[in-house]
């Protein structure tokens, strides 16, 4: 047996050239249909397969592929699926690790390069290869008889060879683009076999690194269909325009006939543009493809053309489309095949000044990066599921999608040019495990050329494309280049972009940085040797909970127009879906299936900005609001006193007439007036001043106007009323009030000893432990109050606190390092003060050898306590989580309602979109579930909170500052020890933690210390 799956120089054996996506179409209307599965010219072979998986290629059971075969008693498979989730091997996740267990030994795969030193022997995979062998029958029509007959395989992964009635067709690799093979002497009318080995590993794995869920088998569509002989092999559709002249486009068609059969070079073909609404625009003509071409330019290659009057533009707001319908016609007159494509006018360049435009407009990118991935099936994604994915985007406000870090299934291109996304088309390569070795290979550049190329083929014709990117962290080396020449040269409507390594404007066309610092996009703003546009092609990773610091970006996007936004690392958490034994489905990460492989940080898959189900996380809402592209912003004109509103339009080509602007008046967080504002009609790219009726008599103490612009009337993502972004302004006039808390209450007494304070009235009980500084009983006005009121430095760690654990670059180890999470306290001195109504208790503690010190003044009275505290913070560490404190209540006081910011948590970091207002809610709600449970529903510049049980009994809390606090059902002991919710010890009580401050939450990286100096609690004293 030929080794064909170790071997970078054989990707594919009979291979049919990639093209653009084919639909054989029986009529011009069924081509305007763009319904590729309409024709009776194709069939899908999806369903229900014969499956039997072995160890490796060399134990498939010997004659599976034969006609004879007996399979009866061989298991079945749905294709499309992956295996792994259908019960056989185990799926892996890894980020930069390959997905086999290494032996660490000269081996097979694996060579002893220097003493102690064993590598990867590459081209070579392991020999433990779990193989599929898959098993089907499909039917020939007898109106297939005389056409050509092709099978077409989606994605297959790794690698697979195929027989159709026993004999051998051929191979392929490239796991994400389809593979086509002409069958048509191997097929007869009737039943037909097909037989396909699967290989879960071959030489195009070390080209296939990405940090996913590595997934195994047959996992996009099957599909057989007829082509007549005398066809379209392919066409590539360009709309070209002449400067910033938009009244006017040319569309030009290159048509590539079969030049494999008699008398191709007597057709022609009619072309036939229609617009949105089906009526023809215009028909042109090829000439016959003898006549076309001369010496040495393409020979018998049409390449027709027709201007376009006043074209409807495409682009991501406005993504109209046209159809052309492309009809073969022989010698004899009569149609032989019919094509279609839909057609988007837009014009993409960037200035000598460096900007990336669309249509002439600078665009500004409000991308997210996106695995093809859906928690229940895997690698495979149903339309439907995509176009929920879509439409979640733009109710986001985000525009583009980078599709990471791979070509992914033609129907997600269709509706990206059907609902409005801009794409960066990645290939399918990334060599993370192994560095850049491969990309300077005179070995490798076939593979890399070829996986560059075949995308291009295949996706040239979306309008959703507007960038080619080579790949992602395979180093930059001369495959690169020879990528990018390939590229160009093809398609000169579009640039290329690739990040790794840094590389200049011979690989990339774009400055695309991964996590750039704030301070270095600054400075590449002031190189003026490299102009290129500047788009981050990763950005504000989104694991756990994150995305702190998200609107510094944002603000420099304002800032540069070569800084051109970027995509946010990622769009969904990429967990899996078990399913329990009662049946109930539980969302998991690396680790949750026994397989040997595991990355060294498990939870690294759930980096999403919403959920695995699309439900949004907290961040959501403030990427949604900082990236929105109509705003509300203020600015102080020079010649009239007062701060003045404008509206600010950031949509490139729409006009703000959909847009309603709603506004309230709110005063110490309860709305006293609302209203609307006239009608916008402001144009793309400018602002004007917003006018709205405001009594001010009306207006009284902490006031605010609360603005939201929403939709007026329904779009295709989403209904009238949907809310596009908020803004709350504080008026010049807004006066806080601080409550003076009247504490004292009936006379009280004290019984002291070295142990314990107990203070005693009629309906006041407390008692003070005074080893521990904390109260074991807290009765105020006859009703028990709560426990505890231990200091607290702590929060339960998030993704970005972990990190990857590197030592120095994580924030969680230095906070356990220092024992912030079990403080060692040494009361260095306490004291009490007795009155007839207060009792005063003076203490002050040490924490782990002076690195915290607090001093504490607890003024209790008969209706409340008053707790002020200096904490000197000499840790060694560059920020500390909080400094607060933790008091516990019974598991009835479940009821709280706050002044502050809300409804959704929010942290010093990210809270532009929470509003300051009036909120209720119950303790259970506050828990977010970030499927690895961390630091969760924090609230910040909060003037006050109550936690109440069903009869409005509870504690009222103020602070003399807007304070933080969150509150849960477990302690934060219980959620750092829990990998998953259903871990989360709750043991019946109320835990509600209260910080003076608590740390930003970072989100710029997910592997270092990012929290931004200004939200970091650092040495120093604090009062």
Known sequence: MKRDWENQHVTQKNRYPMHSPYGAYETVEQALSGNRSASKYVRSLNGMWKFKIVDSPMEAPEGFEGTDYDDSTWEQIPVPSNWELQGYGTPVYTNILYPFDREGADSHFEIEIAKDQIELNIPLVPEKNLTGCYRTTFEVPEYYAGKDIFIEFGGVESCFYLWVNGIEVGYSQDSK?????????????????????????????????????????????????????????????????????????????????NNQVRGYGECFVKLSLYDAEQQLVTSFESNPYVKCGFYLDPKFVAVPSVKIEKPQLWSA?????????????????????????????????????????????????????????????????????????IICMKQLNFNAVRNSHYPHANEWYDLCDELGIYLVDEANLETHGIGGQLSSSPEWTAAYIERA??????????????????????????????????????????????????????????????????????????????????????????????????????????????????????????????????????????????????????????????????????????????????????????YFPGVIYQVKNDYQQLDLSNIRITWELQCDGVVVDSGETKQYFTKAGESERLEYELNPEKVSGEAYVNFKLSLREDTPYAKAGHIISTYQMKLEQSVQKLEAANISGERLSTKENEEKLEIQGENTHIIFDKLNCVFERVVLEGIDRFVGGRDNFYRAVTGIDEGTHDPGRNNADDWRNIGLQDLKQEVLKIETLVSDSQILIFMEVSYHEENLIVSSQYRIGGKGIEISKTVINNCPTKTIPRIGMTFILPEDKNEITWYGRGPWENYADRKTAASIGIYSSTVADQYTPYIKPVECGGKEDVRYLMVKDGVGQGIRITGATPFHFDIHDYSIAACDKADYEDELVRDGKVYLNVDYLHAGLGGDTGWMKNIHDEYLIGKGSYH
Not at 466 to 471: A, F, P
Request: with cysteine; hydrophobic share 35%; glycine share 6%.
């Open 177 to 257: 683009l389809e593979a086509t093979f002409d069958i048509t002497e191997l097929v007869k009318m009737g039943k037909n076999e097909l037989a396909v080995k699967v290989l879960r590993f071959c030489d195009g794995t070390y080209l296939e690194d990405q940090d996913y869920w590595h997934l195994s088998g047959i996992h996009r569509d099957v599909r057989i269909y007829a082509k007549s002989k005398q066809r379209i092999l392919d066409y590539k559709i360009e709309t070209l325009f002449t400067g910033n002249n938009f009244d006017e486009a040319q569309l030009k068609v290159m048509l590539h006939p």
């Open 317 to 389: 707001e406005v993504p109209y489309l046209y159809t052309l319908v492309m009809e073969t016609i022989d010698s004899e007159g009569k149609v032989t095949d019919i094509e279609s494509a839909r057609v988007g006018f837009r014009h993409i360049e960037i200035r000598k000044d460096g900007v990336l435009c669309v249509n002439g407009k600078r665009l500004i990118v409000r991308g997210v990066d996106l695995h093809e991935f859906c928690p229940e099936t895997g690698r495979y994604v149903t339309p439907e599921y995509m176009r929920e994915q």
């Open 453 to 638: 190329s075949r995308m291009v083929l295949r996706d040239k014709n979306h309008p959703s494309i507007i960038l080619w990117s080579l790949g992602n962290e395979s180093g930059a080396g001369m495959n690169h280049g020879a990528m990018y020449g390939w590229i160009k040269e093809y398609d000169k409507t579009r640039y290329v972009q690739y990040e790794s390594a840094s590389p200049g404007s011979n690989i990339s066309d774009v400055n695309v940085p991964m996590y750039p610092m704030k301070s270095w996009v600054e400075d590449k703003m002031a190189d003026i040797e490299d102009m290129r546009p500047f788009i981050m092609c990763e950005y504000a990773y989104a694991k756990s909970n994150s995305n702190g610091n998200f609107k510094e970006f944002w603000d420099l996007v304002d800032k540069y127009p070569r800084f051109q936004g970027g995509f946010i690392w990622d769009f969904q958490d990429k967990a899996l879906t078990i399913t329990r034994e009662d049946g109930s489905k539980k969302y998991v990460y690396a680790g949750a299936y026994g397989e040997t492989v595991i990355d060294p940080v498990p939870d690294m898959c759930l980096n999403g900005v919403v959920f695995p189900d699309m439900s949004l996380k907290p961040a959501a809402f403030e990427i949604k609001n900082c990236q929105a592209p109509v705003r509300i912003t203020t600015f102080v004109h020079p």
